[in-house]
């Protein structure tokens, strides 16, 4: 056995008591792995030295960023090739679990040393690694974890998003039009959530963690809403502000910049939180609950889109811990339905967008790698592998159904403990596209889905 590549795969093979999953390249030149497989190229010793000192997800993220490793192709397809050999391997029976012998741990030390594995801790990647201090989700650790993924720049947003600057799940109604695509779809989310909530004209909506603000000024516009938009970001608060008065909404919209818990005011007709209940921490939520609560009027409606994951993996992992979105959880749906319920909030409606989120990210990857040169001159290099990282990695795990994203629609049942009937999908569904003086199209409602996919 010669050559650095089935040096490699020997002692793969003795650790999980498998083959490798992928086909391996090494800096010597030399390959070893199954034909066809996605090719992982490890471009120097830092590569393993990266893993000896930061074994698992972490260090294979940092070589990745690094550059000292690389796929070559579809970043996406290697994930999936990896992903789907731990999942078999984590199927051994319980009784039958693999331990590699003595002589494999010395068969391994002996290969790092040989490839020069071994030595002082590399130098961590120019990409900013967060490093959050203080309390978990007090004011001042939240807007730090905030800034650290929404601040990037709102110029790298403004290349990645759609016009409209929503950073969500879009919703899809006409993915096989030609002429449709991620701007359409994050326009048919919006008039979905403002139907769900049931705008108005002088409805007072507050907009909890608003982002680049596409909800909040789509409903002024639109619905003539009263808006309250709130964010713990000062490069969104300040874009917001900006298109706020470019628009002419200066009387319809004002933005904050505010913890959810220092918001004011009361009796809110409606509320929506958008993809933020993620980050108020597992421990914080019930409170963050109550205060929606306090805050909607009796009879009021409260949209929350939120995404979800299994009670094994709550949070992001530790790649998305350090490099994405700090301290951010996730719980399974149903736990979130038992907390806002305990806070008083009765349930009117869960839909599913997880199949939405998979086109929404791979919109946004192909974005990111159409435009490749532009990321990385706003960024570097090393900002824009995390991100491909990011985004080839999120998309699989609603792909693989190992992460959901829901709207739930709920209501503060009145003084009398009785709500105002909820319309039926087919009123949430007919959406009215703008321009179009009247012209409506329908949104696939939940019986035809069902049809679809063969449910009775």
Not at 328 to 342: A, D, N, S
């Amino acid at each position: 056995m010669t050559g650095i590549a089935p040096r490699l795969a020997e002692a793969v093979r003795a650790y999980t008591g498998g083959a490798l999953p992928v086909r391996l390249r090494a800096w010597d030149g030399t390959e070893a792995g199954p034909q066809g497989a996605p090719v992982v190229v490890l471009r120097s010793p830092l590569a393993l030295r990266r893993l000896l000192w930061e074994p698992g997800e972490l260090g294979l993220a940092q070589a990745y960023i690094a550059g000292d490793l690389d796929v070559e192709g579809d970043v996406g397809a290697a994930l999936s090739t990896v992903w789907r050999s731990v999942r078999a391997r984590g199927a051994r029976p319980a009784s039958r679990p693999h331990r590699p012998p003595l002589r494999s741990h010395v068969t391994a030390a002996l290969t790092a040393l040989r490839c020069g594995a071994v030595g002082p801790r590399p130098p961590a990647p120019h990409a900013p690694q967060a490093r959050l201090r203080g309390q978990p989700h007090s004011t001042d650790r939240d807007r730090a974890a905030i800034s650290h993924h929404y601040d990037l720049s709102n110029d790298w947003y403004a290349l990645l998003l759609d016009e409209s600057m929503a950073y969500s799940c879009g919703y899809w109604t006409h993915p096989d039009d030609p002429d449709y695509g991620l701007a359409e779809a994050q326009r048919d989310k919006l008039e979905l959530i403002c139907r769900k909530l049931a705008l108005a004209p002088g409805a007072r909506l507050l907009d909890v963690g608003c982002g680049w603000g596409s909800l909040s000024l789509y409903a002024a516009r639109h619905y003539k809403a009263r808006v309250t938009a709130v964010t713990l970001s000062r490069e969104q608060h300040d874009f917001v502000a900006a298109r706020i008065h470019e628009q002419g909404l200066d009387d319809l919209v004002e933005v904050h910049l505010r913890h959810y818990r220092h918001i004011t005011g009361a009796d809110y007709d409606a509320i929506c939180a958008i993809e933020m209940g993620e980050h108020v921490g597992d421990a914080h939520y019930p409170g963050f609950a109550r205060r929606l609560h306090t805050l909607l009027r009796p009879a009021g409606r409260l949209l929350i889109q939120q995404m979800s994951r299994t009670g094994n993996a709550p949070g992001g992992g530790a790649f998305i811990e350090s490099y994405i979105a700090p301290d951010m959880h996730m719980r399974p749906l149903g736990e979130t339905i038992t907390l806002l319920e305990g806070a008083g909030l009765e349930v009117w409606a869960v839909e599913s967008l997880r199949e939405h989120y998979v086109r929404t990210i791979a919109a946004w990857h192909a974005t990111l790698e159409a435009r490749w040169a532009e990321f990385v001159a706003l960024a570097g290099q090393e900002t824009a592998r995390v991100w491909r990282l990011y985004l080839a990695g999120g998309g699989l795990a609603f792909a693989e159904r190992r992460m959901g994203v829901d709207q739930l629609l709920a209501v503060r049942p009145g003084t009398d403990g009785t709500a105002t009937l909820t319309p039926g999908p087919a009123d949430w569904y007919r959406s009215v596209r703008p321009g179009t003086e009247g012209a409506a199209t329908m949104a696939p409602d939940p019986a035809d889905r069902y049809r679809q996919e063969g449910m009775s």
